[in-house]
């Protein structure tokens, strides 16, 4: 299934996608796409929309504004440097286990919403990443496969960064990547059975049309079902949590010399199996 969410911000209904034309609106069946919706499984929602969709008893998409497929998470936890050409574009080390840090659950936002520079930036960048969601509550996972098991799905995310608030103001780099709008996400979230190798994923990132990120999942060096299982080694993971897995080489860090996104850019991202997005960046409030 691809999971969706569409209307105002906070009134979001939850759908379910059929192909790029049609949804199965389900929001009589579910509250929302969250840490409840997740926990209880989804196999009464597929029965469902199967039904209905036989039924014939589906929507045309009118242009409506589309949310982040997932309500606010429990929480963000991201990856670092997770792309071996990535850590070596930035000047790190390739890293021996998982590198975690968070991001606020308040930054998640629609796919096509704006990106707002924080006051005080002076380096916002841009990254493409694979996003997971937690599909059960999970702690001390046996192994990859269990950890498998703990997935509801996949999402496009763009990890948002501001580098001078991450690399120079010191302490950990949550703050650098908690600004107000900093994690759009969407516009569908994949159960896992739509994607048939999501180690095989291409990815593509341009600004104001051209391309800086060309990258593919392949590239991870821990995999998402590894992340998974080391991250409950460490904390509980609730369903519903976004885990954001790493970006490919192309961020304006890495480049010589280093571009920031400037207020009227414009992002936009694709992901096999995972849609597109498309964020125009405004100005400080």
Same mark, same amino acid.
């Given at each position: 299934?691809?999971?969706?969410?569409?209307?105002?911000?906070?009134?979001?209904?939850?759908?379910?996608?059929?192909?790029?034309?049609?949804?199965?609106?389900?929001?009589?069946?579910?509250? %929302?796409?969250? +840490? *409840?919706?997740? &926990?209880?499984?989804?196999?009464? !929602?597929?029965?469902? @929309?199967?039904? $209905?969709?036989?039924?014939?008893?589906?929507?045309?998409?009118?242009?409506?504004?589309?949310?982040?497929?997932?309500?606010?998470?429990?929480?963000?936890?991201?990856?670092?440097?997770?792309?071996?050409?990535?850590?070596?574009?930035?000047?790190?080390?390739?890293?021996?286990?998982?590198?975690?840090?968070?991001?606020?659950?308040?930054?998640?936002?629609?796919?096509?919403?704006?990106?707002?520079?924080?006051?005080?930036?002076?380096?916002?960048?841009?990254?493409?990443?694979?996003?997971?969601?937690?599909?059960?509550?999970?702690?001390?996972?046996? %192994?990859?496969? +269990? *950890?498998?098991? &703990?997935?509801?799905?996949?999402? !496009?995310?763009?990890? @948002?960064?501001? $580098?001078?608030?991450?690399?120079?103001?010191?302490?950990?780099?949550?703050?650098?990547?908690?600004?107000?709008?900093?994690?759009?996400?969407?516009?569908?979230?994949?159960?896992?059975?739509?994607?048939?190798?999501?180690?095989?994923?291409?990815?593509?990132?341009?600004?104001?049309?051209?391309?800086?990120?060309?990258?593919?999942?392949?590239?991870?060096?821990?995999?998402?079902?590894?992340?998974?299982?080391?991250?409950?080694?460490?904390?509980?993971?609730?369903?519903?949590?976004?885990?954001?897995?790493?970006?490919?080489?192309?961020?304006?860090?890495?480049?010589?010399?280093?571009?920031?996104?400037?207020?009227?850019?414009?992002?936009?991202?694709?992901?096999?199996?995972?849609?597109?997005?498309?964020?125009?960046?405004?100005?400080?409030?």
């Amino acid at each position: 299934m691809y999971l969706m969410r569409i209307g105002q911000p906070g009134a979001e209904k939850p759908i379910v996608r059929l192909n790029d034309e049609q949804y199965v609106d389900v929001s009589d069946l579910v509250g %929302d796409f969250n +840490e *409840a919706f997740f &926990a209880a499984g989804m196999a009464d !929602l597929r029965a469902a @929309v199967a039904a $209905r969709t036989a039924a014939g008893q589906v929507t045309r998409f009118a242009g409506e504004r589309i949310g982040a497929p997932i309500a606010r998470p429990h929480q963000i936890l991201c990856i670092g440097l997770n792309y071996r050409d990535h850590a070596l574009e930035t000047g790190q080390a390739i890293p021996d286990e998982p590198i975690l840090f968070t991001k606020s659950p308040n930054t998640l936002v629609g796919p096509n919403d704006d990106v707002r520079i924080p006051r005080g930036s002076t380096k916002p960048d841009w990254e493409i990443e694979l996003g997971i969601v937690i599909g059960r509550r999970a702690g001390y996972l046996a %192994d990859e496969a +269990e *950890a498998a098991d &703990a997935i509801a799905g996949y999402v !496009l995310v763009n990890d @948002v960064s501001e $580098r001078a608030f991450q690399i120079e103001r010191g302490g950990q780099w949550t703050k650098g990547k908690s600004c107000e709008t900093f994690n759009p996400a969407g516009p569908w979230l994949a159960t896992p059975d739509e994607i048939a190798d999501v180690l095989d994923l291409g990815m593509t990132l341009d600004i104001n049309g051209q391309r800086r990120q060309t990258g593919t999942t392949e590239q991870m060096i821990f995999s998402p079902t590894f992340i998974v299982h080391y991250l409950s080694q460490f904390m509980v993971l609730e369903p519903g949590d976004l885990i954001n897995t790493g970006t490919p080489p192309g961020v304006g860090l890495g480049m010589n010399p280093p571009v920031w996104l400037q207020t009227g850019d414009v992002m936009e991202l694709s992901m096999d199996a995972l849609g597109t997005q498309r964020q125009s960046v405004v100005a400080p409030r």
